[in-house]
């Protein structure tokens, strides 16, 4: 079992920036990838992002790329997403994910997932 508790969501104005965080507990050392999702209402969830364990390689959604930042701290087991230049269309419940395969890193139901924190961007 991994534990993954999220924090740092909120309110902020488009083209402003927000900063994500999620400390991972448990059996972190089967964690193949930790991921960031997110899901907005009426929408299904959808990847937005993921770093390795080891924090050397990162992947991201084309909708992202070049605003959002996934970094590691492998000293407090702990997973950010930083998010600049934020578009209303950002707008969602963003979940921390730990995935235990290769095979499912963008899958929006295989592996652990935190409670989520909601982000509103505001026009």
């Known amino acids: 079992q991994v534990q993954l508790v999220e924090s740092g969501g909120g309110l902020v104005q488009a083209g402003g920036s927000l900063g994500l965080s999620c400390v991972a507990s448990?059996?972190?050392?089967?964690?193949?990838?930790y991921g960031w999702f997110r899901q907005a209402p009426g929408k299904e969830r959808e990847f937005v992002g993921a770093?390795?364990?080891?924090?050397?390689?990162?992947f991201y959604a084309d909708s992202v790329k070049g605003r959002f930042t996934i970094a590691s701290d492998n000293g407090k087991n702990t997973v950010y997403l930083q998010m600049n230049s934020l578009k209303p269309e950002d707008t969602a419940v963003y979940y921390c994910?730990?995935?235990?395969?290769?095979?499912?890193?963008?899958?929006?139901?295989?592996?652990?997932w935190g409670q989520g924190t909601q982000v509103t961007v505001s026009s």
């Open positions: 770093i390795s364990r080891s924090g050397v390689g990162t």
């Open positions: 448990g059996r972190i050392s089967s964690v193949f990838v």
């Open positions: 994910t730990a995935k235990m395969s290769p095979a499912t890193l963008r899958s929006s139901v295989a592996g652990y």
